[in-house]
């Protein structure tokens, strides 16, 4: 007599795209918004915060090609959008991750969208270079709230200074088992990928370009994201 297999469970969260392969489309994405900020709005940074704090100490020493008040917004910026974030965490953090991480991804894409539109729109003034720091630092601190409590290892998606870490600390060579590292490997080569890719779009063809790519990969994985990792 045979009998019938079961079926598993039905997850909803599974649906879609597991959030590794979200995540680390995200590290370019702040590849590419790195590149814009950096190259084309005043030596400032609107993800990497660990580099515009140092950025803020040469700016306040007065070296060339710095700004206090560019690096200042995107600071601050960056912390309103964190706070956003923790806020978001805390309404929507404890029911499906899915929901959670779709709707933040698609707030960040519609801000970083917007700020592509102003850069076509005005091109080179002064009030387009704050609207755009403060567009994708908040946009940046949005995300960074979320991914730090999505609580996904070596992927933090703007910073790679414990990934590096943690690839040589933990590789065969040092000791370890080296289990993360592919995932770490990932990270770096996704991060290079979208500042490479950024630095020639900006160099080439402005900053609309750039940042309308980068919005548009957002939207699509907050399309396609799963609760999954």
């Known amino acids: 007599m045979t009998t019938e297999t ?9 649906r879609g795209l597991r959030l590794v392969a979200v995540l680390l489309g995200l ?23 660990t580099g515009n704090v140092v950025v803020l100490g040469f700016a306040a020493a007065g070296a060339p090609g710095f700004s206090v008040p560019h690096t200042l917004a995107s600071l601050c910026c960056f ?11 805390v309404h929507l953090g404890g029911g499906s991750r899915r929901t959670w991480t779709r709707i933040t991804l ?21 009030a387009t270079t704050y609207t755009l720091i403060s567009l ?24 790679l200074t414990m990934t ?15 289990h993360h590292s592919p995932r770490r490997t990932a990270s770096v ?15 080439h063809h ?13 939207g699509v994985l907050a399309v396609v994201a799963s609760g999954r990792e």
């Open 189 to 203: 080569v996704a991060m290079a990928a979208g500042a490479l890719l950024g630095a020639w779009l900006v160099i």
């Open 27 to 49: 590290t370019v994405v702040s590849g590419l918004i790195d590149a814009v900020s950096y190259l084309g709005l005043g030596h400032v940074f609107t993800a990497n915060m």
């Open 136 to 159: 994708t630092a908040f946009a940046m601190g949005l995300r960074n709230a979320t991914v730090r409590k999505l609580g996904i290892p070596d992927l933090t998606t703007t910073v």
């Open 106 to 126: 698609a707030a960040e894409a519609v801000l970083v969208g917007a700020s592509a539109v102003v850069a076509y729109a005005a091109p080179g003034a002064t």
């Open 6 to 14: 079961e079926k598993p469970p039905y997850d909803p969260e599974a």
């Open 164 to 178: 590096l870490t943690g690839l040589a600390g933990d590789s065969r060579l040092a000791g370890g088992s080296g």
């Open 79 to 89: 912390l309103l959008g964190a706070v956003a974030g923790g806020r978001v965490a």
């Open 206 to 218: 402005g900053l609309g370009i750039p940042l309308l790519i980068a919005a548009a990969v957002t």
